[in-house]
């Protein structure tokens, strides 16, 4: 949780006509749609990344909230879903939170921690988004 820039470039393959790389933080992913939708689906799609970033995203909180409070947390999972109600985008998270010894209260935080991950204030919140040209040499 840090609040560095960060910079991913993605780069067409040709694998399929939606096929891309991915570089960032020093990996390599790939990234293409559905053959439903012309893609190859050789990598997830986009809306599969953001979903997946929110999961995680709120994983990694509740994990360090737990660390900081040094609470008997031994496992979450986060499952989310990504759909469309009307125009309007709706992701819905299901938390399973694993440790016999966590008090009901200490469960509660952790729920309502879970609702303050950095992406999910990001997709809350109205981010500015600016987009430019790279000029060609």
């Known amino acids: ?52 970033a929110l999961g995680e995203c709120t994983a990694m909180t509740v994990r360090w909230y737990a660390l900081q409070q040094t609470w008997p947390l031994e496992k979450v999972e986060v ?5 469309k109600d009307g125009r309007q985008d709706v992701f819905e998270k299901t938390i399973h939170l694993t440790g016999d010894s966590l008090s009901s209260d200490q469960r509660a935080s952790l729920m309502s921690i879970a609702a303050k991950c950095p992406v999910q204030r990001v997709l ?9 040209e790279y000029p060609t040499a």
Request: aromatic share 8%; no cysteine; net charge negative.
């Open 1 to 52: 949780m840090t609040d560095k820039t960060t910079i991913a470039t993605i780069t067409e393959t040709g694998d399929s006509p939606y096929a891309v790389a991915i570089a960032i933080a020093g990996r390599t992913l790939t990234g293409d749609e559905p053959v439903a939708v012309g893609g190859g689906d050789l990598g997830p799609s986009p809306f599969d990344f953001l979903t997946a």
């Open 79 to 83: 499952r989310i879903a990504h759909f």
């Open 124 to 132: 809350e919140g109205t981010p500015r988004i600016t987009t430019f």
